[in-house]
């Protein structure tokens, strides 16, 4: 079993950007590294029954109030992006490219197209967008342009995603460690006493 | 606005049983009461398009992991129940004829009969067995079995649901505190904020 700590979501996720902000940092504390796995929510919905938040009744309301609170109380920027939700299939391409190759810049990757989408209300599901964040974090643009269209890229999305419906992921962030899942930026707490004692 | 702590929770939830554990101490940490309101999210779930955590694809094998670990994680007696779900009139009636006349015994009655349910495997969804939790409690047995098939008592929950649902209350536990929604056990921490500090 991988001493890596699993961690999937989609890039549309708020709870998986407030996950974003904080799971490198956790694992760190215990000398574990984080593999990004983004996914396709949609796909999996299917499956389940289950749909984007903003489409729930009573559930949309209470994201409304929830969300915006939650990043106040975890003291993270935030503002509700002007379209929401995205098709998140261009940033969780650019992610598993530069994974290939740079397990560390793919989190650092991960970690900005989060922050700009949910900090900075740019849509990481246009091609230009993705792009000019992965330059602002190094990234080479032809390079990775090139790579956005690559059939093996968009395979290899298609492939993850079917992983983590293989693994029952179901919601975002989802996150398992030691082949223990846990759902939700609000398991942070029972997951750092996990890595800390190894289970209960 | 009340001062009371809203306190929603469907008598066949293990999350609700976890919250019922800790509610009241929390309150009562800053000079307030809970207003126990057992509901009957079935009806709701018909709104939602929901169901029981256990008839959702993937969902239901997390909860299989989640449930038993969150309750060895706050230390709460558990175990799975042998009959669940279950209807949860007859509990939940109980509760709210006891809160007509005593609402501090409507909260000690409905700790007692999440436990028994939870924690001692009794099936509180059978008149008799709600009957022997409230006679622990010291309720009398006559008075509350014929107020059992009151149809005022019945008419008492089915208006309780549809006010929840008016609130847009849509899972369980879901704990409404000065007009504002937390639903979830893992929100007592922010609720616990929020009473300290008057929101944020």
């Known amino acids: 079993m991988s001493n890596n700590i699993d961690f999937y979501f989609d890039f549309s996720s708020p709870y998986g950007y407030f996950a974003s902000t904080k799971i490198d940092a956790l694992a760190e504390k215990y000398g574990r590294q984080v593999n990004w796995r983004p996914i396709l929510l949609g796909a999996i919905f299917k499956i389940t029954g289950s749909g984007p938040l903003i489409t729930i009744p009573f559930k949309s309301d209470y994201a409304v109030v929830d969300i915006p609170r939650c990043a106040r109380y975890y003291k993270v920027p935030f503002q509700m992006p002007s379209v929401f939700p995205i098709a998140s299939h261009v940033p969780s391409r650019a992610v ?20 700009a989408y949910f900090a900075e209300n740019r849509d990481i599901s246009k091609l230009a967008v993705t792009i000019d964040v992965a330059s602002s974090v190094g990234i080479d643009r032809e390079a990775l342009a090139s790579a956005l269209h690559s059939p093996t890229v968009k395979e290899k999305l298609r492939h993850e995603t079917q992983a983590a419906i293989d693994k029952k992921v179901f919601g975002s962030p989802f996150i398992i460690v030691d082949g223990t899942p846990f759902w939700g930026v609000d398991r942070f707490e029972q997951i750092d006493h996990w890595l800390a004692t190894g289970g209960w």
Chains 1, 2 share one sequence.
């Not at 290939?100 to 922050?115: C, E, N, V």
Request: glycine letters at 4%; charged letters at 30%.
């Open 96 to 115: 598993y490219w530069v994974k290939d190759t740079d397990a560390a810049l793919s989190r650092k990757l991960g970690r900005a197209l989060f922050h």
